[in-house]
């Protein structure tokens, strides 16, 4: 029997539900307001008596930042195609099949994902320069996938671990090759995780801004947090507009994880608990 939740969880509840969202709440409120009421006493008030729109029309008319968000679009989504796609054979290797050096494999892995990005992007930059991938799509894609592939494969290798061999010496029986078994049975029983892990990946891949800072430097290539960042000028910093552009490009991403919620909570639950 459940426990009815008191007065004191509400309370609790909702201050913590206010700070997480109130960072939010503010970027909205500084975005709706004139550009009169962004400076002075009435900076700090959580509210306006003249609402308006002209800081988002100032976004899509002053700046190309439909064109930044579509190459976010492009970069997050095939990073996150390429990411999961090689992080499944790689998961399901090591979770489902028999060899030496699983530990060192793990171990190395999640070496990698320790690196600081600061302390990799002279290097990674010096590479890209030198083959001629600085200001293209390939030039975020490649680290991007490099700093992804630690993560996806330690969360995927949880999921992989779940599915009860019983059902993968079924289809051996059955007469399916490893290659069928792992298309046929395992893939689709792991989807509450690869979505998971999808999610994960497009939203890092779509935020990240210091390898997209430094790599692609030409406006026909840069993301939308280099776009935004871009927004000040030499003496002037125009926070309404960088306040709306940023409303504008965390909306959808709060929308998907709303939408797809409980698949998510599943699959990161899913892989953590041994029935």
């Known amino acids: 029997m459940h426990k009815k939740a008191g007065p004191l969880f509400y309370i609790f509840l909702f201050v913590f539900v206010f700070v997480v969202m109130f960072p939010f709440l503010w970027m909205l409120i500084t975005s709706i307001k004139p550009l009169t009421e962004l400076f002075g006493d009435k900076a700090f008030i959580p509210y306006t008596s003249r609402p308006t729109l002209e800081n988002y029309v100032s976004v899509f008319t002053k700046y190309p930042f439909l064109h930044y968000q579509w ?4 970069v997050a989504s095939i990073t ?3 990411t999961v796609f090689v992080a499944s054979f790689a998961a399901y290797a090591i979770a489902r099949l028999k060899f030496r050096g699983k530990t060192i494999i793990l171990g190395t892995v999640l070496a990698v994902s320790m690196f600081p990005q600061i302390a990799t992007i002279s290097p990674i930059y010096m590479f890209l320069k030198n083959v001629g991938l600085t200001n293209s799509y390939l030039g975020l894609i490649i680290p991007y996938t490099t700093f992804s592939l630690p993560l996806s494969i330690w969360l995927l290798v949880s999921f992989f671990r779940k599915i009860p ?4 010496e079924a289809a051996k029986i059955d007469g399916a090759s490893m290659w069928q078994t792992y298309w046929r049975v395992i893939l689709p029983l792991a989807g509450p995780g690869i979505f998971t892990t999808s999610i994960l990946v497009f939203i890092g891949a779509w935020n990240e801004f210091l390898f997209s800072l430094t790599i692609n430097t030409a406006d026909k290539y840069k993301t939308v947090p280099v776009g935004i960042a871009m927004f000040q000028g030499q003496y002037t910093i125009p926070w309404g507009e960088i306040s709306a552009a940023t409303v504008v490009v965390t909306i959808p991403l709060v929308i998907l994880v709303l939408i797809f919620q ?4 599943s699959g990161l639950t899913s892989g953590s608990v041994k029935e």
Do not use: H, K, M, Q
């Open 165 to 168: 061999f019983d059902l993968e």
């Open 80 to 82: 996150t195609i390429y």
């Open 71 to 74: 190459n976010s679009l492009v």
């Open 262 to 265: 409980r698949r998510i909570v």
